[in-house]
Structures are given as structure tokens and as C-alpha cells.
């Protein structure tokens, strides 16, 4: 994606400047993906820095998933980012010419919490289905998603082939058309688990993306909390501007 910004601004700490430039480099294209970034000497020399300075902006990017590092070959541009926009991680996927893969982590039936009934319209006495996948782009992981529905209103759920897309059993099966969702978007750091299942260090940053989803009637079909890789991933959004005048 071209940066709109122009050269920033040399401010104090210079790593940081450092960082938003090679950071417009990499946006604009001028430095490609998995093509090599300038060694520290290079940068400390190009850009009258200390290697110290260099060595702390190239660490920025590479948490930041811009860069990514071969300990015998040197540190490289890294893949731009998946867009993704809320809705199905299959069709995104699609959109973005990546083969989706989907791994089932757990998929259970069990007793609401008080909050999730409520939203889900599940009578007294009734369960949800919990399910957790690892969602895949070119078998490379991307998202953890943690699901839940209704199980009296889907009661076989289960039995069927939960590795693809949940929204096409949905329609298929049950005849019910996920229409829109609310979400909201929250940067986290990974935990250990969630960590391991991406395939990313602890403590790596992410995007959890919490969904509530309608049906064409306005019922919630579906409850969602999906954590996302930060490196690996942008979120798009479209909206209408508000006005701010009264």
C-alpha cells in the first residue's frame, strides 16, 4: 500500500524517526517484499546514526511485522499485510486470491453464561455450541476464532464438517443468512497458548476482533471473539462521516 505521508520529520528518539521512514519505504514500495533491508553499518553511515540507533529501528519494524529476520542471510522486507474487513474469513480470503484452511481446535456443547443466553435467545435450561478453529491463509496461521451458538436453534451443528466455512452450513443446512455484524477491535498481546497455535512468540502483538452477528430477521446468529496476528494483519473499515456540526 503507497504511504500518503511525505519524509518524516528528524525528531528525538531518532530510532523512532528512523523506523517511520523505513516504514514509508516499505508502504510505497521502494523496498520490497523479501528483499533485504540496509545492515546497521549501512543505516548508522547512510543516515548519520549509531548502529545502536539502527539496530533499535530495525527491531521496531520486525515487531511490528514489517521485517522479519533469517539469522544466516540478514533481515528482510516481510509480506504486506492480509486486509481483512468484518465478515467471513473465507470470503476475505478469497478476495485476497489466499486458499483459506481451517483447523478444528475444540468444539464442544455447553451451559451459557447469563450474557451469552441472553444475546443468543437461549430459553432456560438450554446450551450453546463452543467451538475454537485456527484459521489459515496459504496453511500459514492468521486467526484463532472462539464461536458461539446456539444449540437449540442449530442441534446437529456438530455433526457436520466444521473445517470451512460455518456461514455456508448455516445457509445450507438451517436455511439462516448471516446479514451484518457489530464488532469491536482491541490490540492485545498473544498469550502462551495463543501464541504457540499462531506460530508467533508470547507477548506478540494481535488484533482481537469481538463480533455479534445478525441474521436477515435482526436475531444474533452468533457470538465471536477472533484473535488475529498483528504482524499479519489490517483491518479495513468503511463508514459513512459524521457530521460533527449541530
Known sequence: MASTRGTPERT???YLWLAALLR??????HLQAHGPVPS???????????????RHALETLTLEGYLYRNPRRGTFVAEP?????VGSFTRNMTRAERTPGTQVLSAATADPDPAAARLLGVPPGGRVHVLQRLRTAMEEPIAIENIQLSAE?????????????????????????PEKADARVVAVTLDRFEAETLGVKAGSPAIVLTRTVYDAEGGVVELARDVYRGDRTEFEVRAPVEDSQP
Not at 499485510?81 to 474487513?85: A, D, K, Q, V
Not at 436453534?153 to 443468512?177: K, T
Open 81 to 85: 499485510r492480509l486486509r481483512f474487513s
Open 24 to 29: 514509508d519505504q516499505i508502504e510505497s514500495g
Open 12 to 14: 528525538s528518539p531518532l
Open 153 to 177: 436453534r442449530f442441534p446437529d451443528l456438530l455433526e457436520h464438517d466444521l473445517a470451512g466455512s460455518l456461514w455456508a452450513i448455516l445457509r445450507e443446512r438451517y436455511d439462516v443468512h
Open 40 to 54: 546497521e553499518r549501512t543505516l548508522s553511515e547512510r543516515y548519520g546514526v549509531s548502529r545502536m540507533t539502527a
